[in-house]
């Protein structure tokens, strides 16, 4: 698809949010809001991501003939990275909201989202290099600190029925046991 259109990426974003929700729903036994917010998180972050990434390699692209954002609107590539950046910021608070995590999320996350948004505005802002590489490093200590942060800050009983955990339970002992 990278060959014929820029809608490549947010396919691949697609496919990159699909996780959480599975893993959500396989514990739960079903596909509630949080699993949504889950997935939106990852779907969202995967823009600023890749559009920095991929900011840096369009003359590799384009000698490939691939289709990106990059290659074939760089301004809507900024655009897009900027846009999926602020997105952020209400999804991490609406696990606070739903009560999946504690409202310190809303305040820790927002920290986290504000440096991220504030290099996504220079690269929106002045796109080249040094930009670009900026948000792309913000972004791969970004989203392994939002998770951290949902993992610290998470709110009541799991929702998870009590025979998963039975099972996980179990299934930890047997493997102590060998």
Same mark, same amino acid.
């Given at each position: !698809? ?13 496919? +990159? ?17 949080? @699993? ?16 920095? $990434? ?9 000698? @490939?003939?691939?289709? !990106? ?5 760089? %301004? ?22 739903? %009560?999946? /995590?504690?409202?310190? $999320? ?7 989202? @504000? ?29 392994? +600190?939002? $998770? ?11 929702? /998870?029925?009590?025979?998963? $955990?039975?099972?996980? @339970? ?9």
């Amino acid at each position: !698809m990278k060959r014929t259109s820029v809608y490549n990426t947010w396919v691949g974003s697609v496919v +990159g949010a699909i996780p959480p929700i599975m893993g959500w729903t396989s514990v739960t036994g079903s596909i509630d809001l949080n @699993a949504l917010i889950l997935g939106a998180i990852l779907f969202a972050w995967q823009f600023p991501h890749f559009n920095a $990434l991929s900011w840096n390699l369009r003359n590799d692209y384009s000698r @490939a003939g691939y289709n !990106m954002m990059s290659v074939v609107d760089p %301004g809507l590539s900024k655009r897009v990275a900027l846009r999926y950046s602020v997105a952020l910021a209400p999804l991490t608070v609406a696990l606070s909201a739903t %009560g999946l /995590c504690t409202p310190w $999320l809303a305040l820790d996350g927002s920290l986290l989202n @504000a440096v991220l948004i504030h290099r996504a505005w220079k690269f929106y802002d002045d796109g080249n290099e040094k930009t670009a590489r900026k948000l792309f490093m913000t972004t791969l200590w970004h989203l392994p +600190g939002i $998770l951290v942060l949902i993992l610290i800050h998470k709110g009541g009983e799991p929702k /998870c029925p009590k025979y998963a $955990l039975k099972t996980i @339970a179990g299934d930890i002992r047997f493997f102590a046991d060998k």
